[in-house]
């Protein structure tokens, strides 16, 4: 299975910070990833597929990029709102596999 | 729009069986896949396995094979996860999700239901 590595699995940051999360994937997936936000006690929300493309109703604030085997997720200026646990999910292959996950605080 | 409701709590004891569910309403059902994802307390998202409602195709991950069964009622636009003999290691949220795929080989998760709370203890 593709392992995907998170890092930092968590940080502390300040409103209106500019926030960088990477993904690294065991081997290379194109640009087959995803990223989710979930905040405590919901279901997770989509973010970004297919690495870079945001999903409608997503704020503008929040990118992605990359590909092979290196992603980043940017929050542009952080706020409120933001304030969750980040996941990145490869869909290249079976089985489909989540990141370890990067919670960001303030 | 897009919606994935789950079945309410469950609380059970080792050993014993459980069917939860995930209606789907609000597109074509046979046309996304549904996976079924756990979260246990505190931890990450881990994708249990996948099933194609318009023919049934499932994908199990290798953790989850033979420990439950993931199964489709096309007719009430309903997926199913189910477990033969609980352990108290199942404890966890479960979150049913809309896969969708996009000219890549598997899919991606476009809507969540609310998440199934499955406890097992003695």
């Known amino acids: 299975a593709i392992q995907l590595t998170q890092s930092p699995s968590s940080l502390s940051a300040s409103l209106g910070d500019r926030v960088t999360i990477t993904c690294r994937a065991s081997?290379?997936?194109?640009?087959?990833l995803a990223w989710y936000q979930q905040k405590p006690g919901k279901a997770p929300k989509l973010l970004i597929y297919d690495a870079s493309s945001l999903q409608g109703g997503v704020p503008s604030r929040f990118s992605g990029s990359g590909s092979g085997t290196a992603f980043t997720l940017t929050i542009s200026s952080l706020q409120p709102e933001d304030f969750a646990t980040y996941y990145c999910q490869q869909f290249i292959t079976y089985p489909l596999t989540f990141g370890g996950g990067t919670k960001v605080e303030i | 729009e897009v919606h994935l409701v789950q079945s309410g709590a469950e609380v059970k004891k080792p050993g014993e069986s459980l069917k939860i569910s995930c209606k789907g309403s609000?597109?074509?059902?046979?046309?996304?896949?549904v996976a079924w994802v756990r979260q246990m307390p505190g931890q990450g998202l881990e994708s249990m396995g996948i099933i194609y409602p318009g023919d049934s195709d499932t994908r199990y991950s290798p953790s989850f094979q033979g420990q439950v069964t993931i199964s489709v009622d096309k007719s009430t636009s309903t997926a199913y996860l189910q477990w033969n003999n609980l352990k108290a290691s199942d404890t966890a949220m479960y979150f049913c999700a809309r896969g969708v795929q996009l000219q890549r080989p598997s899919p991606f998760f476009d809507s969540w239901g609310q998440g199934t709370l499955v406890t097992v203890s003695s």
């Open positions: 081997q290379g997936i194109s640009s087959a």
């Open positions: 609000g597109y074509t059902f046979t046309s996304y896949w």
